[in-house]
């Protein structure tokens, strides 16, 4: 509903709308209107003309448009505000702007009057002005709609006009109530944009070569004809209908029935009240003035009480007496008629089906340090309990219901005093209850049935679910709502919360969770992003630019002097990788945390054993193939008694992790296997003792195992079942890979296929596709220490980015050892570093470094404290300026991590522990031409190394010198 409607909204509606029964009368009385005021009389038209006192005049526009011209379709009744502006002899009884002087009103949206007034000359211009636009509009051979749909004038009064000025090409049916009925009766499809205009041009598309007076008629007595008893349900689709019309149900109207919706289908307003707080008052008035709008919309005519009101509310519910003591005597129930509630559950669920997300403001306070905490922990948690006696009862049970609406996929904005500092999007809400014990204590005092199992606790007005809070909070329960992640965090610069009270859809102001409007929600977003992109660190930035280099390349290097940052960044870029949504800020130390839970862990066998993504591994001179690819190792087989010593392939750790990235298949293998394992034990199938036997498939021949003392399988073959002999082991690791698809049982297959199916059908073992592929990266530290083309060997090829699965030009391989064909998957990354320093080993080769990225790390300057460490920094650098050879200053300049210290003391050990030998063996290893030891002048610098202000004070940048930045 726009500005003006929403104004008009109770003063358009005519006590009579039908026409005049004689044809030719009707024409008689549409040309005495059309000479009386043709559209030139319009344009000179003035206020006196327009409108007057009937003890003056009955010769004025506008009782010719009321009355005179009445049976061209009727606007009578209702107040005059309809006209724009109308002379009074009386106050108004509706609200309005009144110019007691000169005795005329006009509505709100025209301004005040002024201290001379002389105000309601410039309204009547405004009224005048668009009187005319809507009657050209109306003459013009082709009527321009447009115009008189935009037109602000009363939408009853401006079509009268427009079919008044049409040449009868317009319809003399001029409710906009009445013009949505006949069209949906005629079968006219309404929406929320459907304009006045096109439900006119469909209405007159039916008409044919119909007299436009007869045609009018049928129109009115099809209006006559509809159902005069406003009480019955109408039809779901009908509700529906009228759902998609917000000037008839606006979102606080539907925001209460779905209230309704909720309690069961009834309520009194006090429970509504009691339960979403705000006032009895405040759901009553909602209601009755949605069902007075549904009355209007469809011209029902209502019953009237012995006061003259009308009895609206029936429109919409059936009603009972209270009978409970704890509402209040005499108030009545209302209960959705069943139609009516049928639509509301179909539109609701046609809602979620949709997915539109919702969007909240999420309250939070620094109380307990609960704001730092659920930044940290990507939560949020509701902070009003039964059992704090600052917290209102009935404010705790609005805010419960209020979090009931979070849905996963909606939208958190995180409000901490007044400002919205992050955003998110919800993960689960809530999420998986965990058993809590002193919960029950705690809400003694409230009515409820508490579920131990699932931690769900019922109060007889809300359903809440409840979990143990954080480590270090000293309350025991709180109720949370996860998000994936808090982005566009601004700490230091928050967003304002301007505009919350209007954009509220459902909720109070004081509620700790508000839903609220989509734009509204959607800008105050977009603001947080540009704030975040404004104040982003530098470093942010660069982990950034990274992600996208690497994610194009597959592979890359960073290079860099010792204390650059080469350990942070790779961390940093490895977890924007594998977690694309995990928050890369400065707190180093969330960023480190991160990285190490995320490791993967390799067993004795070459195989990763757990969750990790990240592989890390460093080169060095002996590293060769068979430890990071594949190689023969040997193993002895202590269940022999001769202690047998056998030879298998194990993968090193890039065949490993690529195996990892290529599966195809998850399974709950460790717990079947265990399932299995005790099945064995409890027959007594351990060692030579004993075997269970198990068929092949296709039943075509019989084997046992039995459990050895590593919890492998020991695999029994025979002629006959009592000859049967070991011949060799199944290792869980194989069976496991097995079933992720490796070929590891060559000749083998049928039997380890009878143990998987074992594990399916006797051990619950659950094999489901995956249905997505996660990142994983390998980290090769001091990639240019080892002999990369060595390490690598053929499959120095499949690095690139179109050689791997997926790629444009994908290659294969048949590795050595264990003859498996192999390729590297597209979702594996590998980020190598590099000290530029380092003169010891040999640079990489061309055909190993076209397949990286290359990211020199700096020393930055801006990172390290101002004072002595910054100067100390300043002196360093001024130093390798001078005494450089061929290598650039970003290449040799010592990082800035060795200057970031806590203190001095710290910065003197620093100094003499670290900095200087570095430096000195630069100069040992002929990198730089001068001793640290030394000034400019090659003068021994007194007790340097104890002290590193006597190299500052030596090696400070002076104006005068001139240096190779």
């Not at 049935?449 to 109060?459: A, S």
């Not at 919360?497 to 734009?519: C, M, R, T, Y």
């Not at 190299?951 to 104006?959: L, N, R, S």
Request: charged share 30%; net charge negative; with cysteine.
């Amino acid at each position: 509903m726009n500005e003006i409607d929403e104004e008009l909204d109770e003063i358009i509606e005519p006590d009579d709308i039908s026409i005049g029964s004689d044809n030719s009368e009707l024409d008689k009385l549409y040309e005495e209107f059309n000479e009386r005021y043709p559209i030139e009389k319009l344009r000179s038209l003035t206020i006196e003309e327009y409108t007057n006192l009937k003890e003056i005049s009955e010769d004025y526009f506008c009782t010719w448009v009321e009355r005179r011209a009445q049976k061209l379709g009727s606007i009578q009744g209702a107040t005059s505000l309809k006209f724009g502006i109308y002379k009074i002899n009386e106050l108004p009884k509706i609200q309005c702007v009144v110019d007691d002087v000169n005795k005329y009103a006009w509505p709100k949206r025209y301004g005040k009057d002024n201290e001379d007034h002389t105000h309601y000359k410039a309204v009547f211009e405004q009224v005048k002005q668009s009187l005319v636009e809507v009657a050209e509009a109306a003459q013009k051979d082709s009527i321009d709609f447009a115009t008189i749909d935009k037109s602000p004038l009363a939408p009853m009064f401006k079509w009268k006009v427009a079919f008044l000025y049409s040449k009868q090409r317009l319809l003399p049916v001029y409710s906009p109530d009445a013009l949505k009925f006949l069209a949906q009766e005629k079968g006219f499809t309404l929406n929320k944009k459907a304009k006045i205009s096109e439900i006119v041009l469909f209405l007159l598309s039916l008409k044919g070569v119909t007299n436009i007076w007869e045609y009018s008629r049928s129109l009115w007595r099809l209006w006559d004809a509809r159902s005069k008893d406003a009480y019955n349900d109408f039809p779901v689709e009908r509700w529906l209908s009228l759902f998609n019309e917000p000037d008839v149900f606006t979102e606080k109207s539907m925001g209460v029935l779905k209230k309704i919706l909720e309690s069961g289908g009834k309520a009194t307003c006090k429970q509504l009240a009691d339960k979403y707080g705000d006032t009895p008052e405040h759901y009553n008035g909602i209601c009755i003035k949605l069902a007075g709008r549904i009355a209007r919309r469809l011209g029902l005519v209502l019953e009237k009480k012995s006061s003259g009101s009308e009895t609206r509310w029936k429109i919409l519910f059936d009603g009972q007496k209270v009978e409970s003591e704890s509402d209040i005597p005499g108030n009545f129930t209302w209960i959705l008629k069943p139609n009516l509630k049928a639509a509301l559950e179909q539109s609701l669920n046609n809602k979620e089906d949709s997915k539109e997300p919702q969007f909240f403001v999420a309250r939070i306070t620094g109380k307990q340090n609960v704001f730092e905490d659920s930044l940290l922990h990507s939560y949020w948690r509701m902070q009003k309990r039964y059992d704090d006696p600052e917290d209102d009862i009935r404010s705790v049970t609005r805010n419960l219901n209020a979090v009931r609406l979070v849905h996963k996929d909606d939208v958190l904005l995180l409000v901490n005093d007044g400002h919205i500092y992050a955003y998110g999007v919800v993960k689960a809400s809530p999420n998986e209850a965990i058993g809590i014990f002193s919960l029950k204590e705690i809400v003694s005092s409230k009515k409820h049935k508490y579920l131990d199992n699932v931690g769900v606790i019922c109060f007889d007005d809300c359903e809440a679910y409840y979990e143990k809070n954080y480590a270090g909070c000293n309350l025991d329960w709180s109720q949370y709502i996860d998000v994936e992640e808090w982005k566009s965090r601004c700490c230091e610069h928050p967003v304002s919360v301007n505009g919350l009270s209007d954009a509220i859809i459902d909720g109070f102001p004081q509620n700790l969770i508000i839903n609220v409007k989509p734009e509204w929600a959607k800008q105050k977003i977009k603001e947080l992003d540009e704030q975040f992109e404004k104040n982003k660190p530098e470093e942010v930035k660069m982990i950034e630019e990274m992600t996208k280099i690497l994610n194009l390349k597959k592979n890359i290097i960073l290079q860099g002097a010792p204390g650059t940052g080469k350990t942070y960044n790779t961390a940093a870029l490895a977890l924007s990788i594998i977690k694309p949504n995990f928050s890369i800020s400065s707190n180093h130390k969330d960023v480190m945390e991160e990285y190490k839970n995320n490791l993967i862990k390799i067993d004795g066998d070459g195989r990763i054993c757990n969750d990790g993504q990240i592989g890390f591994v460093t080169f060095h001179q002996s590293m060769d193939y068979e430890d990071f690819v594949e190689g023969i190792k040997p193993e002895c087989d202590d269940d022999s008694g001769d202690n047998n010593i056998t030879y298998h392939v194990q993968p090193g750790i890039f065949k490993a992790i690529c195996q990892k990235a290529s599966e195809q298949k998850t399974t709950n293998f460790e717990d079947a296997y265990e399932n299995l394992t005790k099945r064995l034990i409890s027959e007594g199938c351990v060692g030579d003792e004993k075997y269970l036997t198990l068929e092949t498939s296709g039943r075509q021949s019989k084997f046992g195992i039995s459990l050895n003392k590593k919890g492998n399988l020991k695999l029994w073959t025979g002629k006959k079942e009592n000859e049967y002999k070991s011949q060799g082991v199944l290792t869980r690791e194989n069976i496991l890979r097995a079933i992720s698809g490796e070929k590891v049982f060559e000749g083998w297959e049928g039997y380890s296929q009878s143990v998987i199916n074992y594990l399916k059908d006797k051990c619950n073992l659950n094999i489901t596709q995956n249905s997505g592929t996660k990142n994983y990266v390998l980290i090769i530290d001091e990639i240019n220490r080892g002999n990369v083309s060595k390490i690598f060997g053929e499959l120095i090829s499949l690095l690139e980015a179109d050689k791997r699965v997926g790629g444009d030009h994908p290659l294969t391989v048949t590795l050595p050892y264990s003859k498996e064909t192999f390729s590297v998957p597209s979702n594996l990354y590998i980020i190598g570093t590099m000290n530029t320093t380092d003169r010891s080993v040999g640079s990489i080769d061309y055909a190993v470094r076209r397949r990286f990225a290359f990211v020199t790390l700096e020393a930055d300057e801006s990172k390290v404290p101002e004072g002595k460490a910054r100067n100390l920094f300043n002196a360093v650098k001024n130093f390798l300026n001078k005494s450089k050879y061929d290598m650039d200053i970003e290449d040799l300049m010592v990082g800035h991590s060795y200057f970031m210290t806590a203190n001095e003391d710290s910065l003197k050990m620093k100094w003499r522990y670290e900095i200087l030998p570095l430096l000195m063996e630069y100069h040992k290893d002929g990198i730089i031409s001068k001793s640290p030891l030394k000034d400019d002048s090659s003068n021994e610098i007194a007790d340097v190394k104890k002290d590193y202000a006597k190299f500052v004070k030596a090696w400070q940048k002076k104006e005068s010198d001139s240096t190779n930045p």
